[in-house]
């Protein structure tokens, strides 16, 4: 998946809708006839997706991923159409000389949230969110200075609702939903906080939500980057997410979840809370821009089960300081750590645009925090063999596996544990 500016492999079976096209979709319907293929999600092959795009096309908007650069650019490149334009993290850092890079594309989006895609088209040789190509050389995006983010109610009716999917969902199909954009944190390994954070205004949610209800969708995914980083929009949120008994979930972080939130989101339909741990060494945490010890990790935890709510726990291997020592320390912490539903660990690969990749060529090549990459503070195979013994701790209890089969739907059991077992379980 390439959405967001982050390339993410799924190692469980799961789906998202892309963010930059949720976003831009009720922007682009108000004057073109739009659709939307997610051959990621609907497993297509590239002659397949290829196949279904209906033609002409005036102006065709395709995401680039780190795991497969090449790849995802060659595809786009074959696809007939008056103008292209690429979203994804490698164009994040500096849209406008990668467009120079890369022949036969006529703009890169560095800011999906305000990306003016109608002035592209109608032949704007610059434009807020965009690196633009024209005969008299390549822009660098505009900048829009403001907090706040209006756009018209995206078309979830466009995206092909059943081919997404989260393993720990209540209800089936599922929307996705940004009330947000970027991260007001700035943590070092991550490219959330290179984006400006702007929100959106109430009414405008207001009407997503109507329209997500009157789909009969009964569960959201909650997508922005960090639920709570702004407390008065989180309780925003969740007073409207509570008004329609929607089941939601969302991303956070454990300095954001005080329980006097968690209590509210757990009144408001919340059901699982995916938590950025990232690790439990406190001098790491601080090196990445966190600042919490493994006590209060495990107080939130036990506040967020208190609360009738489940939590997911995502680490990150190998990041600056990472030793033998830490990933024991760390390894120790998951042997008691009963709280979490589920354990997603990924091993640290530059995220473009991120402080620690910078602006420079360090991961400009095919990446991803699934296999991982040689930028970790440890050898690559440390960290796999570090990160497949956590798993089998975490995962091969008998309890562990009870209680994830009571959340699952039979079917995503399956999907996800086969899929997981195949990609991160097995000795190596």
């Keep these: ?33 739009v659709q939307i293929i ?77 990306a003016r895609l109608l002035d592209l088209a109608e032949g704007a040789e610059e434009a807020p969110g965009l690196a633009i190509r024209s005969k008299r050389g390549i822009s660098t995006p505009t900048s829009v200075n403001t907090s706040f983010i209006d756009i018209p109610t995206p078309c979830h009716e466009l995206f092909n609702m059943r081919a997404y999917r989260m393993p720990l969902q209540k209800h089936r199909p599922y929307a996705e939903l940004l009330t947000d954009f970027g991260c007001p944190h700035r943590c070092s390994f991550c490219n959330s906080g290179s984006l400006p954070y702007r929100r959106r205004r109430a009414d405008g949610i207001d009407r997503e939500l109507d ?3 009157r789909l009969g969708l009964r569960q959201i995914f909650l997508k ?8 008065e929009h989180a309780v925003m949120i969740a007073d409207l997410l509570a008004a329609r008994d929607f089941d939601w979930h ?12 968690i209590e509210r989101m757990a009144r408001a339909g919340c059901r699982l809370v995916q938590i950025g741990v990232e690790h439990v060494n406190e001098k790491i945490l601080r090196r990445a821009g966190k600042r919490y010890t493994p006590g209060r990790i495990r107080d939130v935890f036990q506040a967020i089960r208190r609360a009738g709510m489940d939590a997911g726990a995502h680490l990150v291997l190998g990041l600056p ?59 690559k195979a440390v960290l796999v063999r570090a990160r497949n013994a956590m798993y089998r701790g975490f995962y091969l209890r008998p309890a562990r596996i009870m209680r994830l089969a009571r959340k699952m739907h039979p079917d995503d059991m399956t999907r996800s544990l086969t899929g997981f077992l195949k990609r991160v379980m097995l000795k190596r």
Aim: proline content about 6%; aromatic content about 8%.
């Design 38 to 114: 997610d051959a990621i999600a609907q497993e297509l092959n590239p002659h397949e997706a290829a196949r279904l795009i209906r033609e002409p096309v005036d102006l065709l908007v395709g995401l680039v991923g780190a795991a497969c650069p090449d790849e995802d650019l060659d595809f786009i490149r074959k696809i007939p159409a008056r103008l292209k334009v690429v979203s994804g993290e490698v164009v994040l850092p500096q849209p406008a000389k990668w467009l120079a890079n890369h022949k036969g594309i006529d703009a890169a989006m560095s800011d999906f949230s305000i």
């Design 321 to 379: 300081g990472e030793t033998p020592e830490t990933l024991k320390e760390l390894e120790r912490f998951i042997d008691t750590f009963d709280d979490a539903i589920y354990l997603s660990i990924n091993l640290y690969a530059p995220r473009m645009g991120s402080p620690l990749a910078g602006i420079g060529e360090v991961g400009d090549g095919p990446h991803d925090s699934t296999n991982g990459s040689d930028f970790g503070a440890l050898p």
């Design 224 to 231: 922005d980057m960090s639920f709570g980083a702004h407390s």
């Design 211 to 213: 329209l997500i209800q």
């Design 250 to 261: 969302c991303y956070a972080r454990i300095d954001n979840l005080t329980d006097v939130l």
């Design 1 to 33: 998946m390439r959405d967001y500016y982050c390339t993410s492999v799924s190692k469980a079976g799961y789906a998202w809708h892309p963010a930059e096209f949720l976003f831009q979709s009720g922007v682009l319907a108000e004057h073109f006839d």
